[in-house]
């Protein structure tokens, strides 16, 4: 044992270094968005081009504000609305869904959960163009219905919730409810609920960040004058990518938040999808 | 006695508690309770995706056999869209490039997920949380902050990489110009935010395995390569294909990375040199409404390619390792 561990860290310069490569890959591009967010336009086009940060930021981010056809600010107000409502709308729905799955017996759960589990493997842009085609006729293209009600349940949501049901909460404890008198609903929401916590939180954690981002979906119901923060971005960046500080100012302002997120919270996050890439 | 309990304290107001009436209607609300709720639990979820998910998918299937406008008529025409494939200059433009994409980054990306996540996996790692999110943090930032960030690196007349290849004497690149060019740029771009997210799961899969496997191939005189191919490959089997079939259903449906490289443009480049299946889909069934019957049909083909990749790559996975 203690041979194999000097063998180990014989090797472990090398080791250190190509993990410390890897690292800098994976950061530099939000180093160099910050570098070029604060750079003036012509600096950019500077050769060799700028490595390090200025003190352009507020007036790149100004252009940002006061560019009228980027609609920065309603971007930034949409997303939050809609990450904000189908975040706790996936949790709540999947918690119940999980709960029922892990915990209560009924017929059909079986094959009911084998559906979900199918589902999970067939791709969205399947339903694309139908799905566009109702969003029309429901009178939801432009709004944020379009972007919100789609996503309000996850069958991602509802297996993880049960996984981690299954082996958080003891049948004995459901049992001492049930004695007590307590409703289904009762249990779920002062035993269950509790319980489910840890991963309810990474559950919204990933919700968000999946919603904040999304670009697909809200590119094809959005229009430039509504849009979420990605879509906005999109189109600042196809209407004006020669001011390319402007861009990048934007688009640093929209991924500030979900980097500061995951520097609190990525411990957890990264926790979850480790746990759950075992257990599928 | 002790099932009174059960029931509530009688309000004030209420008549003299008639206990076996009372009793009786507690249990049948319990045992409607019991029987329902499940039902009622996950509900929403079917219903939800009954609607948005479940229905557009069989409507797709239906639209395929028509030549569909989305917002006129629509009339019955078998198969036709099908064969229309078929002879579709476009459409197998738009596989090739889907294809291109795919290999360029799927291979490279999963080589390295490996090697990374075998180096994560040694035991006496310092700072390992540290590396762990280093590494999975581009997978953070939205496809389209990552496609702006990498349109400009590798812009033609400044962009970082052009720079980089002006060092070692490498004549300026137009990236979104030709084939090759641009299937690198998005193939980074995919690459870049999907390595860390794949180390993250094989390492998962790595940590599920025995230690004592390792040690008894130690003792047995197995040195690290002979145990990596002897034990870790095997043993990651699942976790493998598990990861393959991700990329494969995400590499397929690729459609942001190449849409916001083209600066919006649809087609993908002014001769479609990067114009995916995704994009040629929409293409056809959103940006051009008269044609959805034919997007639906690309629709289910891109759906029939990603069903016959994911089950190759089972097979070569299991038959490999075997």
Do not use: C
Request: glycine fraction near 6%; aromatic fraction near 14%.
């Amino acid at each position: 044992m203690n041979q194999a561990s000097q063998r180990l860290w014989r090797t472990s310069p090398l080791l250190y270094i190509a993990l410390v490569v890897a690292v800098l890959f994976s950061v530099y591009p939000f180093y160099y968005m910050v570098v070029i967010a604060t750079r003036s336009l012509d600096q950019i086009n500077d050769v060799p081009p700028p490595f390090t940060p200025a003190g352009e930021f507020g007036a790149n981010f100004g252009r940002v504000l006061d560019n009228p056809a980027a609609n920065f600010l309603t971007g930034l107000l949409n997303s939050v609305i809609v990450s904000a409502v189908v975040t706790v709308s996936v949790v709540i729905t999947g918690s119940l869904a999980g709960f029922a799955f892990a915990k209560l017996r009924f017929r059909g759960r079986n094959a009911l959960l084998l559906t979900i589990i199918v589902t999970m493997m067939i791709p969205t842009q399947l339903g694309l163009i139908p799905l566009w085609g109702m969003i029309q006729d429901f009178g939801w293209y432009d709004t944020l219905l379009a972007v919100t009600v789609p996503f309000l349940v996850s069958a991602f949501g509802v297996f993880m919730m049960r996984q981690y049901a299954i082996q958080a909460i003891s049948d004995e404890l459901i049992e001492a409810g049930r004695v007590d008198g307590a409703s289904t609903f009762r249990i779920f929401w002062n035993i269950v609920l509790p319980a489910l916590r840890p991963a309810a939180a990474v559950l919204g954690l990933l919700t968000f960040m999946e919603t904040w981002n999304s670009y697909l979906w809200p590119y094809a119901v959005l229009t430039p004058e509504n849009p979420t923060l990605q879509v906005s971005l999109a189109f600042l960046s196809y209407a004006y990518y020669t001011d390319y500080s402007q861009v990048f100012a934007a688009t640093a302002v929209g991924t500030v938040p979900l980097v500061i997120v995951f520097i609190l919270f990525g411990r957890q996050i990264i926790g979850g999808i480790m746990e759950g890439a075992v257990k599928s | 006695m002790s099932l009174s309990a059960t029931t509530a304290p009688p309000s004030p107001s209420a008549p003299p508690p008639t206990p076996p009436r009372r009793r009786s209607r507690a249990i049948t609300l319990n045992r409607l309770d019991l029987k329902l709720s499940p039902y009622l639990y996950i509900a929403p979820f079917f219903v939800i995706f009954g609607i948005f998910g479940f229905y557009p998918m069989l409507r797709t299937a239906w639209m395929s056999l028509h030549d569909w406008n989305l917002i006129g008529d629509h009339t019955f025409i078998g198969f036709d869209n099908y064969t229309r494939l078929f002879g579709d200059e476009y459409f197998w433009n738009a596989t090739i490039n889907t294809f291109g994409i795919f290999f360029l980054s799927t291979i490279p990306q999963l080589l390295l997920a490996l090697f990374l996540a075998t180096m994560l996996n040694r035991t006496f790692l310092r700072a390992r949380t540290l590396f762990r999110m280093a590494i999975f943090m581009p997978n953070v930032v939205s496809v389209a902050a990552v496609a702006i960030v990498f349109g400009m690196l590798f812009q033609r007349d400044f962009g970082l990489i052009n720079w980089m290849l002006s060092l070692v004497g490498v004549d300026a690149v137009d990236w979104d110009a030709q084939k090759w060019s641009s299937w690198t740029a998005i193939a980074s771009m995919v690459n870049w935010r999907w390595t860390g997210y794949n180390t993250l799961i094989l390492l998962a899969g790595m940590q599920a395995i025995p230690k004592d496997l390792y040690e008894a191939a130690a003792i047995d005189g197995a040195n690290q390569w002979k145990q990596f191919w002897k034990i870790t490959l095997p043993m990651l089997t699942p976790t493998f294909v598990f990861v393959v079939t991700l990329s494969t259903i995400g590499g397929l449906q690729l459609f942001t990375e190449p849409l916001v490289f083209a600066n919006g443009n649809i087609i993908g480049g002014d001769q479609r040199e990067f114009q995916t299946l995704a994009m040629y889909m929409y293409e056809l069934g959103i940006e051009n409404l008269s044609t959805a019957g034919y997007g639906a049909a690309v629709a289910w083909a891109m759906f029939v390619m990603i069903a016959l990749v994911s089950l190759v790559n089972f097979l070569l996975v299991r038959r490999s390792v075997k």
